[in-house]
């Protein structure tokens, strides 16, 4: 089962910053946090990650709370092509230390002009 | 780099026949996972192979299905006889190690569809 929980959607206007929340309070110490999108049926792309650390790359910025039970995704000017399905996941190790992706249901989000 | 190439991007079977769906994955990634969405559900993980050895093969759904990776470098997945329930998109995913810190990059996936 997915580790995680967020919203199942979010509209944000054309040009606006978009938040996207995600919970993972049963999340272990040294379990990364990953963010992927799903773009019509395209396979999923990978934005960001982290651990502890807030994290920014050319796509997004990762803010992660001090206690690592939640974690915000910030895209921080939307665009029409950034309305997707955004999957917030932990990636799991377990005994085989496969590090494979458990994906939830995710957060659609809807760009608006 | 090239990014992970899946062949075909669609197929149409007839239940009882077999299909093959190969993926390649990025040049120097010796982990390779499968993943299949069906219609409605959630993404779901297959199996993960290490270079050539099976990882992690506890998302295979039945026996129907046969994942290979000779050499370690492409792999293919057979489902042999397909079923209509079998019908989704799978995806196929590589990264350079499993460790937390190695990002999966997924292919556009095979649309498979069995009538």
């Known amino acids: 089962d997915a580790k995680t929980t967020q919203p199942p959607s979010m509209d944000c206007a054309e040009g606006r910053a978009a938040n996207l929340p995600c919970n993972h309070s049963?999340?272990?110490?040294?379990?990364?946090v990953y963010w992927y999108r799903q773009i019509h049926s395209q396979g999923p792309q990978y934005i960001i990650h982290g651990l502890k650390n807030n994290e920014t790359n050319e796509m997004a910025s990762l803010i992660i709370t001090e206690d690592r039970k939640s974690s915000t995704l910030i895209l921080p000017h939307a665009t029409l092509r950034d309305t997707a399905v955004y999957y917030c996941?932990?990636?799991?190790?377990?005994?085989?230390?496969?590090?494979?992706?458990?994906f939830g249901q995710g957060t659609t989000l809807q760009v608006k002009p | 780099e090239a990014g992970v190439t899946q062949f075909p991007s669609h197929s149409v079977i007839e239940k009882g026949q077999t299909v093959t769906l190969r993926c390649d994955p990025i040049?120097?990634?010796?982990?390779l996972y499968w993943y299949r969405r069906v219609m409605g559900k959630e993404i779901k993980f297959l199996l993960h192979?290490?270079?050539?050895?099976?990882?992690?093969e506890s998302g295979m759904p039945n026996n129907r299905f046969l994942a290979e990776r000779t050499g370690g470098t492409y792999s293919t997945l057979k489902v042999q006889p397909a079923e209509l329930e079998d019908s989704g998109v799978y995806f196929c995913?590589?990264?350079?190690?499993?460790?937390?810190?190695?990002?999966?990059?997924f292919g556009n996936g095979t649309r498979l569809t069995v009538t």
């Open positions: 995913a590589s990264s350079r190690g499993p460790g937390g810190n190695s990002p999966l990059h």
């Open positions: 192979f290490v270079k050539e050895s099976k990882q992690d």
């Open positions: 040049s120097g990634h010796d982990n």
């Open positions: 049963t999340i272990s110490g040294n379990e990364y």
């Open positions: 996941i932990v990636r799991v190790f377990g005994s085989s230390n496969t590090g494979k992706l458990i």
